[in-house]
């Protein structure tokens, strides 16, 4: 049941970033137009506010082959809409605590609170994300295997 | 008829396994399930009934029929359906035998359900008659024996001997290839066979629902039954789960679907229930748009249609299985006795 | 269990009698005594069939979201732990008050008829209940069993004899031992275990998954008119665990979508046919509620905001998880 450490050196993690709209986003734009570099296999899905994303869209990144899944939202009390990071923070905070009870590695799961004039903090919060998830290896409790038959 | 002394079970089903795979009632995180025996595995002889019925293992739950890979403008289709693997499956009881009969009614009448076909074939049932029925049987009542239940081969538990017979042409050929570990039964022994078959069957007799008529459950009282009143009062207990259709050993309705893997299509075939709210969906709608009416259609179909167009042949065999584990205790016991022909007067 | 069957039985009839209410939602006798089926007495002639012991677990709140919106009064017999549930969907405005008479019952407990069945009692025609005492008459001859030992995992984890909404009480009197219990005891084991014993702990449990909706359709929380499991638009409607994942997503968000709404009544364990420790889900969910916004019971009241339709500027962030549970 262990995860292997993946010996394929060649191993590239696939992170799913959901980014709101008003703040990370905008904040992955700044790093972008700072040339500020962040791993190439994060992939950015822009959401109106963090509490957008429904536990539902997590889910289904791992069953389509995501290794990683980090959720941007503005910070507290930033919010564009007032409040909805305060809901998101605790919806992801049982769902995350969840997924750790069902056995799934704690460090596949991440929020941050990036705001549109932290291009540094995106930069870095990417890289060390996609550094963890390059230790974790590749995510094997919570794929599904006939996507990944499909892939070759 | 050939016996084996139950101390010896376990190098019997390692000599099957050698070659071919082999499933028996084997209990796995509390529940007894009919699953591929290995050596380490818990073998449960003594469980009367499997949650789930044997039928898995000639219909499985869910199983691949057929892949389209797309790539760019091309789509290639991929044969992906695997049911060629020869097996062996022991420890069926009599009534879960009696099913395998209802299901060959339906899957392999005109056109036949090669699937299901292919592993009817490649299977031998294996049966074990029943020592200790329980108060939620009614076998009896369908006419099955379960003192000798059918099968390719038959075997029964009599104190520290397994009594094994062989039914079909296909359970003698079978039987050739394992045929060393066996002693040959004598006559003392099928006088203990006898006398046990005669313990098990007084208590049959005894047993709560032996006795439960069938009378009026016929094609001439179809209209009858299906307008009768009495459904909205049976079913309003239903909450619609698919608990007694997934357990039962003759439902047979399943639904194909095409899961979308992003590269490609995976078509698949799985149990459906009459008992949700999307069976019998169409592209207009649904015509069953209430519980009532899928709870009859349920009962309905095992009690009337199924003998209607097979020869008064009830598509229940008695296993109780509904019985135990429906959760608001909702079944064809209770339906069979509030619709049956005494009370409707 | 005798005495106030008969006390609740007198009431009932009187207040269908006298026009009180219209409709009685309770439990219908069954084969064996211990099947009994949530059923509708609509006269008082049809009360020989009701019947109250201890295997009348079934919730019947969930049955008020239909029966209160038909017209007439029902009167509902609900246990203490029922109430919560009732309650919840009161909240949830599910159920239409006005239409419902809540006739709080009285309860020890109720049985699990598994656990009669696992101690090798078989072949089970009736059970009779004489104080903490069950005697079983089986076709194998007479058996008995001490009434506590076959208690329901929701019963062993009593929230209390108290009922939180009701217009009438029917009580015996008579004292009623409370269980000391801690429910978070089997989820702080599982907390205890390594990331990969607790994936292999529920892979093993979730293989055994039949998908029969039995969970879902009997909680008296889940009650979205169409789930998104049936729903063919939803992409992720589906009637069969094709791959292991979806055993994962099946129970991730049923549990996930009761979150700080379940009031851990244990229906879907009790139902579960393969006896899979459902409620271990949505425990750990109360259990960190719990820990991390205050203790919060479900149904508890009608009004106040869930944990989850709250918040707080202060709350803990989402790295405690990392931070709490060390390096496992």
Known sequence: MSIEKTEDSNFEPLIVAFCCNWCSYAGADLAGTSRLSYPANVKIIRVPCSCRVNPMFILRAFQRGADGVIICGCHPGDCHYSTGNYYARRRMTLLFSMLDYLGIERGRTRVEWVSAAEGVKFSTVMNEFSKTIHELGENKKLRDLRCKEFLD | ?345 | MQRIFGLIKDRVGALLADGTVDRVIGWEKGEFLYDHTPAIFNAEDDLVDLVYDGFCASNLSKYLIDESKKDGKILALLKPCDTYNFNQLIKEHRINRDNVYVLGIECRGMLDIDKIRALGIKGIEKVEEQGDELYIQTIYGDKTCKRNEVLLEKCINCKGKEHVAYDELVTSGEDIPQVESNRFEDVEKLEAMTSDERFAFWRGELSKCIRCNACRNVCPICSCVECVFDNKDSVVASKANTDEFEENLFHIIRAFHVAGRCTDCGECSRVCPQGIPLHLLNRKIIKDINEFYGEYQAGQDTNSLGPLTDFTKEDVEPSIITEKGGEK
């Open chain 2, 1 to 345: 008829m050939y016996k084996i002394s139950t101390d010896h079970l376990t190098e019997l089903f390692s000599s099957i396994s050698h070659d071919r795979a082999l499933y028996m009632p084997i209990e796995k995180n509390g529940q007894v399930q009919f699953d591929r025996w290995m050596e380490d595995k818990k073998v449960r002889l003594d469980a009367l009934n499997t949650v789930k019925s044997p039928k898995d293992l000639f219909f499985p739950q869910s199983e691949n029929i057929v892949a389209f890979k797309i790539k760019g403008k091309n789509i290639s289709i991929i044969e992906n359906r695997d049911e060629s693997e020869p097996f062996v499956v022991f420890g069926v009881r009599a009534c879960d035998a009696a099913s395998f009969d209802i299901l060959d009614m339906v899957f392999l009448q005109d056109p036949v359900d090669t699937y299901y076909k292919a592993r009817r074939d490649n299977g031998i049932v294996v049966t074990l008659a029943c020592s200790e029925p329980e108060e939620t049987c009614f076998c009896s009542v369908f006419g099955i024996d379960a003192t000798n239940p059918s099968g390719d081969i038959a075997t029964w538990i009599v104190d520290d001997m397994l009594y094994w017979e062989s039914l079909t042409e296909k359970g003698e050929r079978f039987t050739e290839t394992i045929k060393d570990l066996f002693e040959s039964a004598d006559f003392l022994d099928e006088e203990a066979l006898k006398s046990h078959k005669e313990d098990v069957e007084k208590i049959i007799e005894k047993l709560p629902l032996h006795d439960l008529s069938l009378d009026g459950f016929n094609s001439e009282a179809m209209d009858e039954k299906f307008n009768s009143p009495k459904w909205e009062e049976l079913s309003e207990a239903c909450i619609g789960c698919g608990t007694c259709t997934f357990i039962c050993p003759t439902c047979q309705c399943y639904d194909i679907r095409d899961y979308d893997t992003g590269q490609g299509i995976q078509r698949f075939r799985c149990w459906d229930s009459c008992m949700y709210s999307d069976f019998t969906r169409m592209a207009h709608g649904n015509p069953r748009t209430s519980q009532v009416e899928r709870f009859r259609q349920r009962f309905m179909h095992k009690l009337i249609y199924f003998p209607t167009n097979n020869d008064g042949v009830y598509s229940c065999v008695g296993c109780g299985r509904c019985v135990a584990k429906c959760p608001v205790s909702m079944n064809i016991v209770k339906v069979i006795k509030a619709m049956g022909v005494d009370e409707n007067v």
